[in-house]
C-alpha cells in the first residue's frame, strides 16, 4: 500500500469524498448547510468551493424529502452522499430508507438498483442530549437490503466510504461524532476497506472484546490495563454490522473462550444481542467457558448532565471490570 | 364550416397528435379498463391472493397524463398505478403474470399490484406508500438535470398523498432546484374513506402550487384532452429548464378503494353521476366527430381489448412460479468480479 500520513477521520471522510467528486461525475453530495458552511461537523468543509453548489448541494432542513431525492437520484444514475446532520434525524426519514431504498431493487424483482451513500453522525459524549447523541444503528441493522458500517479508524472511514460508492446497494454509515478529531495514519490514494469483514486490532488469547466504532478504542485501552494485570485481551472491531463477519467472530471464541461485546446503543436489542446469539448457535458456543457478557447503552435516552451521560454508555473502566471478571471466572 | 376552422376549434388533442396516436391513445384506455376488470373478475375467482386497487374510471387521467410523453421521460407511480403502467407502455400479460406471483412478472412475483415497474420503459415503480414516491420523482429529474438527459419526470400521487409531508418537502426542492418535473395530483375524492373536503384545508390542491412558486391547475381528470394539455403545457415548461408544475386533475374511482371496501363513506347517487361521466366513451365520442375513427372502428378496438385481455390472463397464468431456494435473491446486487 501506498505511504501514509496523519489525518483526522473527519479530514479522511472528506479526503474519500474529494476523490470521489473529483474521479465520478455521477457524485453528488447532499445535506444540510454541508456548502458554504462545511457541514455540522466540518466533514465537508470546502468542497463546496472546488466543486460548486451544483454538486454539493445545501438541502433544505427537510430530511425525509431530501433523503427521498437522494434515493431518487440514486436509481437514475448518480451517486449520491446523503449526510444527516446528526443521526437522530434519520428518524425523519426512516421511509425513505426503510420502505424505499432498502426494499426497491428487492420488491421490483432486481430491475432497479439504488446506490445511494448515507452518513450518520452518531453517538454520545458532545453534551448535546438526547435528540442529537442517539447510536441507531441497530434499527437499520435489522433491514435487509441495507449494508451498515461504523468505521472506527480515519483510514477505514475513507476506505469504508469508498468501498460504499463503489458498491451498487444501500450503505448506510455511522460515524462517531467524537472520533472526527481523531488522528490516525491514512494510506494516499484510492483503496477500499471491504464491506462486511472485521478487523482484528489487538490479538490476544484469553477473551474476545467484539467491539464497535468509538467503543473500540476504549477496548484497547481496556486490554492495555488489563495486560498488566496478565489478561490478553483480543480486540475485535466488528466494522459492518449488516452483513456481519460471523467467521472472524467466531474464531476468535473458539480460540479464547469467551466473549465480551460492547456497543454504544442501547443494550436491549442491539449489536451485542445479535453478536451473542451468533455465538450461541454455533459449534464457538462449545468453545465457551463462561457466560457471555453484553455491556451497550443504558435503558434511557442519553442525559445532559456530563456524570450522567457518562454513566448511560459503557467507559473503558466498565469494560475493564466486565473482562476481568469473565476471565476470573466470576461471571 | 371549413376544415381550418374545424381544425381551430378542436380540443387540443386533436391538434396536437397524430391519428394514430390519438387511436393508440383511446385503445389504453380501453385496455386499463379491461386489465381491471379482468383482475377484478380474476380475484374474485381466488386466482390472485393479496389486495388490488382499482382505477376504473381514471382512465383519462393516465393516458392524458402519458400521451405528452416520449418514452424515456420517466414516472413515479402510486398503489393506484395499473393505469399509469399502461399508459407508460407495460406490457398486460406481464402484468398480470406479476399478479399471479409468477417468475415471468415484472418484479418476478415479488411485488405484486402495488410494485410494478418497467423502468425500460421510464416506469421507475409504484409504490405502496402514500406519497413515497414523490421525493424519488424529485431524485430522478435532479438526475436528469445534472446528467443533462433532456428527460421530464412525471409524478403521479393521489388527493390523500397532498397532506403528507413528503408532498410539501419535495415541491419546495423542486421549485428551489428548478427541476424538471411535474407533480400530477389525481384527485378521486377520496384518501381512501376520507374526503378530500374533509381533510384538506384548501378547496383545490392545485393551489398549494402557489406555497412553492411554481404553476397550479385544476382540470377536468376525465378529459383525455384537457389533461394532455395540463402536462404538455408542464412538460414544456420544464423542458426549457423552468421548473416544475402541480396539476390536480379531478376525477373519480368507481371501485372501492381496495378489496376491503364496503363503499360506506359515498352514495350510490353520487356513483352513478361520475359513471355518467364515464372518460372512454367521451374520448371515443371526440375522436369520432373529428374523423379519427369510425364508430365500428371502436367498436372492433372494445372487442379486440377483450380478446387481448383474455389471452393476457391465459397466457400468465402459465408463466412459471419463482423457485422458493430464490427466495433471498435480489435483496442486494450480485456482483460479479
Known amino acids: 500500500m ?11 471522510i472528506r479526503e474519500a469524498m474529494d476523490m470521489a467528486l473529483g474521479e465520478d461525475e455521477r457524485v453528488v453530495l447532499m445535506g444540510e448547510d454541508i456548502g458554504v458552511y462545511g457541514g455540522a461537523f466540518q466533514v465537508s468543509g470546502d468542497l463546496v468551493d472546488k466543486y460548486g453548489e451544483e454538486r454539493v448541494i445545501d438541502t433544505p432542513i427537510s430530511e425525509l424529502g431530501g433523503a427521498g431525492v437522494a434515493v431518487g437520484a440514486a436509481m437514475t444514475g448518480l451517486r449520491p452522499i446523503f449526510e444527516f446532520q446528526f443521526a437522530d434525524f ?27 451513500v448515507m452518513r450518520f453522525p452518531a453517538g454520545s459524549g458532545t453534551g448535546a442530549a438526547a435528540q442529537h447523541s442517539q447510536s441507531i444503528e441497530a434499527w437499520l441493522g435489522h433491514v435487509p437490503g441495507l449494508k451498515v458500517v461504523q468505521p472506527s479508524t480515519p483510514e477505514d472511514a475513507k476506505g469504508l ?71 490478553d485481551v483480543e480486540v ?96 | 364550416m371549413d376544415v381550418e376552422t374545424v381544425t381551430a376549434n378542436a ?46 374510471g381514471q382512465e383519462a387521467s393516465s393516458v392524458g397524463t402519458c400521451l405528452p410523453l416520449a418514452d424515456d421521460d420517466r414516472i413515479t407511480s402510486t398503489h393506484r398505478g395499473h393505469g399509469h403502467c399502461i399508459g407508460k407502455g407495460a406490457d398486460v400479460a406481464q402484468m398480470f403474470a406479476e399478479f399471479f406471483g409468477k417468475e415471468s412478472g415484472y418484479c418476478r412475483g415479488r411485488g405484486g399490484s402495488m410494485h410494478i415497474a418497467d423502468p425500460s420503459k421510464g416506469n421507475l415503480g409504484a409504490n405502496g406508500i402514500v406519497a413515497g414516491g414523490i421525493p424519488i420523482a424529485v431524485g430522478a429529474a435532479l438526475s436528469a438535470k445534472r446528467l443533462g438527459t433532456g428527460e421530464v419526470v412525471v409524478c403521479f400521487f393521489g388527493d390523500g398523498a397532498n397532506n403528507e409531508g413528503a408532498f410539501h418537502e419535495s415541491l419546495n426542492m423542486a421549485a428551489i432546484w428548478s427541476l424538471p418535473v411535474v407533480f400530477v ?15 384538506t384545508a384548501v378547496e383545490s390542491i392545485a393551489t398549494r402550487a402557489a406555497s412553492y412558486a411554481m404553476p397550479g391547475v385544476s382540470v377536468d381528470g376525465n378529459d383525455v384532452s384537457a389533461v394532455a394539455e395540463a402536462v404538455h403545457e408542464a412538460t414544456e415548461r420544464a423542458r426549457r429548464g423552468d421548473g416544475p408544475s402541480l396539476i390536480e386533475s379531478m376525477t373519480y374511482r ?30 371515443a365520442e371526440v375522436l369520432v366527430e373529428h374523423g379519427i375513427v369510425t364508430e365500428e372502428e371502436v367498436a372492433a378496438l372494445d372487442a379486440d381489448t377483450d380478446r387481448e385481455i383474455a389471452e393476457a390472463i391465459a397466457s400468465a397464468r402459465t408463466g412459471p412460479d419463482p423457485d422458493v431456494g430464490e427466495l433471498l435473491r435480489d435483496v442486494y446486487t450480485e456482483v460479479t468480479a
Open chain 1, 2 to 12: 501506498s505511504a501514509t500520513r496523519e489525518l483526522s477521520y473527519a479530514e479522511a
Open chain 1, 90 to 116: 434519520a428518524a425523519l426519514a426512516m421511509e425513505q430508507i426503510v420502505n424505499q431504498a432498502a426494499k426497491v431493487r428487492y420488491m421490483l424483482g432486481g430491475s432497479v438498483s439504488v446506490p445511494v
Open chain 1, 161 to 231: 466510504l469508498l468501498a460504499a460508492l463503489d458498491d451498487p446497494d444501500p450503505v448506510m454509515i455511522f460515524e462517531h461524532k467524537v472520533l472526527y478529531k481523531m488522528k490516525g495514519p491514512v494510506p494516499e490514494g484510492r483503496y477500499t476497506t471491504p464491506i462486511g469483514r472485521a478487523a482484528i486490532r489487538r490479538a490476544g488469547a484469553d477473551v474476545t472484546v467484539v467491539a464497535t466504532s468509538l467503543m473500540v478504542h476504549k477496548a484497547l485501552s481496556a486490554a492495555e490495563t488489563l495486560a498488566a494485570e496478565d489478561i
Open chain 1, 236 to 331: 475485535i472491531d466488528l466494522r459492518t454490522i449488516r452483513p456481519m463477519d460471523r467467521e472472524t467472530v467466531l474464531e476468535s471464541v473458539r480460540k479464547t473462550g469467551r466473549l465480551v461485546c460492547v456497543y454504544e446503543g442501547v443494550k436491549t436489542l442491539g449489536v451485542g444481542a445479535e453478536v451473542s446469539a451468533m455465538v450461541a448457535e454455533s459449534d464457538a458456543f462449545d468453545f465457551l467457558d463462561a457466560p457471555i457478557v453484553r455491556l451497550g447503552g443504558a435503558e434511557c435516552p442519553i442525559p445532559y448532565n456530563p456524570e450522567l451521560e457518562k454513566a448511560a454508555v459503557p467507559q473503558i473502566p466498565d469494560i475493564v471490570e466486565a473482562t476481568r471478571d469473565i476471565v476470573r471466572g466470576r461471571v
Open chain 2, 11 to 56: 380540443p387540443f388533442a386533436i391538434r396536437a397528435y397524430s391519428p394514430e396516436a390519438l387511436r393508440h391513445a383511446l385503445k389504453k384506455m380501453y385496455l386499463i379498463r379491461k386489465f381491471e376488470e379482468g383482475a377484478e373478475e380474476c380475484y374474485t375467482r381466488g386466482l390472485i391472493h393479496g389486495t388490488m386497487h382499482l382505477c376504473i
Open chain 2, 185 to 199: 395530483c389525481e384527485n378521486n375524492g377520496y384518501g381512501m374513506s376520507t374526503s378530500t373536503r374533509r381533510a
Open chain 2, 254 to 283: 368507481w371501485r372501492g378503494h381496495s378489496k376491503s371496501d364496503r363503499n360506506r363513506y359515498r352514495t350510490k347517487e353520487e356513483i352513478a353521476e361520475w359513471q355518467a361521466r364515464d372518460p372512454i366513451p367521451r374520448f
